[in-house]
């Protein structure tokens, strides 16, 4: 096989704390050391409680955070430190709250070309309106909405001038960070259809980011699981789904809820104690009680 | 009519025909729950399930007194324990909420005062119940943390909300809804805000509350896995409206309304290699300009044009299955 497209090798990335007793700044491993790769093409789902550091992951590759220490590499090239103008194209990103990730005085045109303005050889100056009605098609958003603003717009709609735009530069990997979540389950199952059709027509690589087991099982290729920082388990979904080995995966898979037509309630174990610790929690837990 | 054909017994909770409306700025009413109607059964939970904008939190704010200004009920009524919660005073409210209803809201943050340790929360609601003493209502609170499963109760007692995970705060807030004895949970969105591992044991601690003290949960949730495992019954809403309901086995496994058909089928699986999730078309409508007819009649597969000039009114389908649509009988699941 050739190189992979991303290639992040033992990768930290770590935030100081506010300062805590003793005036002593406690540092936060958000991500501790990891390895992953995507191929050309290729989506792998990243899934993860809140706290467990795939989001800073995500946003370290794309460069929103430095990384302390690790290599990202893409298509070749390092890009720990810093993207060539030319390479930061090739990698673009959906939010997942479409509201708040699109600016609310621009118009849906005009937040669907704003790229071409770093980037004027992409599309000639002319052709600006022709394809952004071309990119809003694709999404499945009337071309008629380009003068309206994102306020004027429902969440799903905004999602997909999200996902506009990001595929208005021509990328060769998206990263979506729980791009579904905020969105309605009817909605959301547009937008994973949606996603698995670009991925199709444009060789699309994805990293796919989210919490929800189901969401990520619909499109992945590879899965890895990541808690407190590192990954805990990589390997085909389907493997991975069947067959997890690592305790965790096994306890998120355990613990995920299904429609189970089939459930009498009550359908759960009774299980009184929180077990699974979190970040929060392992704070509140090392501080004496009494 | 009554979904509740297992039990004899009178419901907690029976809302009729509730109307809601609010006045928009040019003075027309907007109507928000159109003749929305559903019991809950004493020690059953009722799952109230829909998207953003369906009405379920506006129905749980009405069944509270809670409605926001410029939004009131125009018709039809709330009976909870014999009594007419429509048309009551504010004074006279105050005495249901907290004691016969309790609430658990979606965020745990929201519903704690983040200046009193969560022990003095919980035992506060105790005294003002029945005028417990200071001692009484602090051990009140360590035994009542103890029995939603928060491990060490009374070092947690003393905790600020912000020092507690997100899923000891909500235990944290189901025991606040106990200390005031209620006979009726209103639970909307538990465990939306929380993290998968966290749900299913909070889930499984309402269930487990219902079956020991008897007490009725009315769940709010847009999730359907959630009423899987949780609600006996399940009220299906769209655009204002409760489409459907039903025992929820039945009405998953054969929903009745082509709504709840495609809600089962965009819902993705995690523990079997399933089909693409099929989306349902379009979005839903806005309050005001509801499409003609069937307010799902553009989304709809089995539309026809009786569809698009006839609302359909609620009937009851098959014994405890009532489906407002004209097709009931033609949905596929």
Redesign the interface.
Known sequence: MTEPLLSVREVWTTFKAPRGKGGRRQEIQAVAGVDLTVAEGETVGLVGESGSGKSTLARTIVGLERARSGTVTFAGTDVTTGWSRRLRRDVQMVFQDPRSSLNPRMTVRDIVAEGWRAHPGLVRPGGHDAEVAHLLEQVGVDPALAGRRPAELSGGQCQRVAIARALALRPRLLVCDEAVSALDVSVQAQILALLARLREELGLAMLFISHDLGVVRQLSDRVAVMYLGKIVETGPAEQLYSSPEHPYTQTLLASALELDPDATPPAFAAEPLETTPSRSEDRTDAAPSA | MTTTDATSTAPVLSVRDLVVEARRPDGAPLRILDGVGFDVAAGQ?LGVVG??GSGKTMTATAVLGLLPPGVSVTSGGIRFADRELVGLRESQRREFRGKGIAMVFQDPLAALNPVQPVGRQIGEIARRRDGMSRAAAGRLAVDLLER?????PA??A??YPH??????RQ?AVIAMALAGQPRLILADEPTTAL???????I???L??I??EDGVSVLLIS?????M?????HVAVMYAGKVVERGP??EL??APRHPYTA??????????S?SA??????G??PRLAALPSGCRFHPRCPLAVERCRVEEPVAREVEPGRVAACHRAEEVLP
Do not use: M, Y
Not at chain 2, 222 to 226: Q, S
Not at chain 2, 228 to 232: D, V
Not at chain 2, 262 to 271: D, E, F, G, I, T
């Open positions: 939970t998207e953003s939603v499963g928060v491990p060490d070092g947690r003393r905790a020092q507690l995970s997100g899923g000891l235990r993290d998968v591992s966290v749900q299913g044991r889930l499984a601690l269930t487990k219902q079956a847009h999730d359907l896995r959630v899987s495992h949780t609600a006996q929820t086995r998953l496994h495609a809600l089962v089928r965009s819902v993705p699986a995690v523990h290699r693409p999730v099929a989306p349902i078309p979005n839903p």
